[in-house]
């Protein structure tokens, strides 16, 4: 997780929470500084940048006066840059906001440019970022517009909107900018989650951590196997958020394309049975506070025979195969470690629900599914999401979902998580969520 940024500006001593408004050359400018005032009745210190573009459609002047601050709108200014201000700005906040967002700068943002203020600060931040995009409905819809998105909701960023409605350019459609008390209330939550982040880190610290990851393979002959989707992402990206908040952390992976997270212990299988033996090993070798069960273990299991089939052989030699159902190591876990200082044990549960229901009943059916697996299981924490949309799941780079957690008395409390985010983001919320149900009390 990105440590927050600590520079402050001249005269930002009030403590308020940090918003840098980036305002794009989008017709949608001419809320900004509505958008601003609702930003600072809602106790935040704004501070704009304008794109050269957005300078022609609202006044730098009505929004430095709303703002109480000069706006910032040049890159290459030798009054601000004496002390590298475009850096101290990038330092500065603790949410950037841009507000509208052109197709323009999605781009320029998605490709890593720095031509300027805003797209140089984008660059340049740590903060997280959340865009309200707003334009012509082909322009949003637009593949290029859609493929810049998505690379930037998969490094982090949140967007908000656009809404569908009649457009300035006179099509109906979807592209206007999110009413901007909506978006400001957006920003206050990823604010107020991002403190909570903030508070539970200490919680973390020197606790151990086993996380399972990835599929696992169930061979049938000396080659051929049996596996699912999972890339291993979520998996990963808990592993990785634990220990950037110093948590002691075990990665038992299963076969994937992806890098160690810096200072993380890894122990790679590739059966059902190596996990379990492993996820134990890991168990045994110290006191664990928390199992993060995210592999997709494969639920097939068979003895497969010894040599690689020869393909007239194969249909046959399958038909004999004696199929089993595979040990469901998370469920044989907890019945195994049962006293009073075992570790917490959280499940992840990827479901399917038919297509064309609405929002509610899909909520409710996975919500009724994931309650039936934390108690079957005995877990003490489930996070459930949806798979076979997009945006979801296995091989997505964004995931969202619910974390359901249980009290002793056996209460179980339900926390959805919002519009997808990348994994690494929804790890940091998890992590959050999970030391405030699992340890309260233990905080910063
Ligand atoms: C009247 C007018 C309205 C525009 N509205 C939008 C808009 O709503 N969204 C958008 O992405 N581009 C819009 N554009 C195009 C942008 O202004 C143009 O792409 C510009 O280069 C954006 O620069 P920026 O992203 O650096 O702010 C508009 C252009 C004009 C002339």
Redesign the pocket.
């Known amino acids: 997780m990105a440590e927050t940024p600590s520079v402050a500006v001249p005269g930002d001593r009030s403590g308020r929470r940090r918003v840098l408004l980036i305002v ?5 400018a001419y809320k900004a500084p509505e958008l601003v005032r609702a930003l600072i009745a809602a106790g935040c210190a704004v501070q704009v940048v304008l ?4 300078r022609a459609f609202v006044s730098e002047l009505s929004l430095a006066v709303v703002s109480t601050r000069p706006v910032r709108s040049s890159l290459l200014d030798p009054a601000e840059e004496g002390r590298v201000g475009h850096i101290e700005l990038a330092d500065w906040p603790d949410l950037v906001l841009v507000a ?1 967002g ?4 999605l781009a320029r943002a998605a490709a890593g440019l720095a031509d ?1 203020l ?1 797209a140089t600060v984008l660059l340049a931040t740590r903060a997280p970022v959340m865009w309200a995009p ?3 409905t082909n ?1 949003w819809q637009h593949p290029a517009t859609q493929h810049n998105l998505a690379t930037l909701r998969a490094r982090g960023a949140d967007f908000v909107g656009p809404d569908r409605g009649s457009l ?1 350019c006179g099509w109906i459609g979807e592209g206007r900018m999110i009413d901007p008390a909506q978006l400001v209330a957006a920003a206050l939550e990823r604010l107020d989650h991002l403190a909570q982040e903030t508070a539970s880190a200490g919680a973390w610290s020197g606790r151990r951590v086993v996380v399972s990851a990835g599929p696992t393979r169930t061979y049938i002959d000396q080659v051929r196997f049996i596996a699912n989707a999972s890339t291993g992402a979520m998996g990963f990206a808990l592993a990785g958020a634990a220990r950037a908040l110093g948590a002691d952390v075990t990665l038992v992976a299963g076969p994937v394309e992806l890098a160690t997270p810096p200072g993380v212990r890894r122990v790679d299988v590739e059966t059902a049975a190596q996990m379990h033996a492993a996820i134990e090993a890991a168990i045994v070798e110290g006191p664990t506070d928390l199992v993060a069960m995210v592999a997709a273990v494969s639920d097939l299991d068979v003895d497969p025979v010894p040599d690689k089939l020869e393909k007239a052989a194969l249909l046959p030699a399958l038909a004999g195969l004696r199929w089993r159902v595979g040990v469901d190591i998370l469920a044989a876990l907890t019945a195994r470690h049962t006293a009073a200082d075992r570790p917490r044990f959280l499940g992840f549960a990827a479901q399917t629900v038919a297509d064309g229901l609405d929002a509610q009943t899909v909520e409710a059916e996975l919500l009724r599914l994931a309650r039936l697996k934390l108690i079957a299981k005995r877990v003490d924490a489930l996070f459930v999401n949806r798979v076979g949309v997009p945006g979801l799941g296995f091989a997505s780079p964004t995931n969202a979902g619910y974390l359901l957690t249980r009290d002793p008395s056996g209460a179980i409390a339900v926390d959805p998580s919002g519009p997808p985010v990348a994994k690494d983001r929804l790890a940091g919320w998890l992590l959050a969520r999970l030391s405030a149900a699992l340890w309260p009390g233990a905080s910063a």
Do not use: K, V
């Not at 794009?24 to 949608?28: E, K, L, V, Y």
């Not at 794109?51 to 957005?54: D, K, Q, S």
């Not at 052109?102 to 700068?105: I, R, Y």
């Open positions: 794009a050359g989008g017709i949608a794109t050269p573009a957005a509208p052109t197709a323009d700068l300027d805003a707003a334009m012509n322009m300035a």
